[in-house]
């Protein structure tokens, strides 16, 4: 079976630009929740979807947007790029049974270099 | 508000020692209880995970018991090997007001390194 695939792995983009990271969850799991990584601040929560709604947000500004398509695939977005956005961004994954998570399935991660 | 506290890293130990990490939570209502373990340049694995009062959670050597009375979930591994050596974080999951929830709230990381 299939782990979560996050692409790309690597990204370096310049200060004001956007970018679009994706995440693939494994098949039949349909909640699939964002993290950011870094030295700093260590693992925060961005946000999570289920059946293509927001189901929770962190406390990031409006430059850090998602989105969750049909077939549980999901995007996220970050615009007017700022030095500080560099991180590496986990995707998870859950499947949901008798409305409860289970445990979360962690991608590779997307390693964003703003500069 | 939910919160982790996880010991300071770095834990250095020589191989077959005994490792224990600490970790306490904070959390309203009746949290789940996780370990992750990261190695350089990977994303987060689960280690183990427990989701009530006293169960305890297993894998690969490692456990952990959740203590409500004392809201702890220590790691613990009787002998450590060398490919022991990467992140470990503790995490907590709990119900928000809409429901179930996926929202993992981490610990800071400890960073284990097993000498041989």
């Known amino acids: 079976k299939a782990g979560v695939t996050q692409t790309p792995r690597y990204l370096i983009k310049t200060r004001g630009q956007q970018v679009t990271l994706s995440c693939s969850p494994i098949?039949?799991?349909?909640?699939v929740s964002w993290y950011q990584q870094t030295p700093g601040q260590g693992l925060q929560f961005l946000f999570e979807?289920?059946?293509?709604?927001?189901?929770n947000k962190g406390n990031f500004p409006g430059r850090f947007s998602g989105r969750q398509f049909s077939n549980s695939r999901s995007e996220m977005n970050v615009s007017t790029l700022e030095l500080g956005d560099s991180a590496l961004y986990l995707c998870?994954?859950?499947?949901?049974?008798?409305?409860?998570?289970?445990?979360?399935?962690f991608g590779q991660g997307t390693r964003l270099t703003v500069v | 508000g939910n919160s982790v506290t996880q010991m300071e890293g770095p834990v250095t130990l020589s191989e077959e020692a005994f490792l224990t990490i600490n970790c306490t939570y904070t959390?309203?209502?009746?949290?789940?209880l996780f370990w992750y373990v990261q190695y350089p340049g990977e994303g987060l694995q689960l280690l183990l995970k427990?989701?009530?009062?006293?169960d305890k959670g297993s894998n690969k050597g490692f456990e952990a018991t959740y203590r409500k009375e004392t809201t702890s979930f220590h790691l613990e591994k009787g002998s450590v090997q060398v490919s022991d050596s990467a992140v470990y974080f503790c995490?907590?999951?709990?119900?928000?007001?809409?429901?179930?929830?996926?929202?993992?709230?981490f610990g800071t990381g400890t960073l284990l390194a097993v000498q041989p």
């Open positions: 098949s039949g799991h349909r909640s």
């Open positions: 959390a309203t209502g009746y949290p789940s």
């Open positions: 427990a989701t009530k009062a006293d």
């Open positions: 979807y289920f059946s293509e709604t927001q189901r």
């Open positions: 998870a994954s859950s499947l949901v049974y008798r409305g409860q998570n289970t445990e979360a399935f």
């Open positions: 995490a907590l999951s709990a119900p928000g007001y809409g429901g179930a929830t996926n929202k993992l709230i």
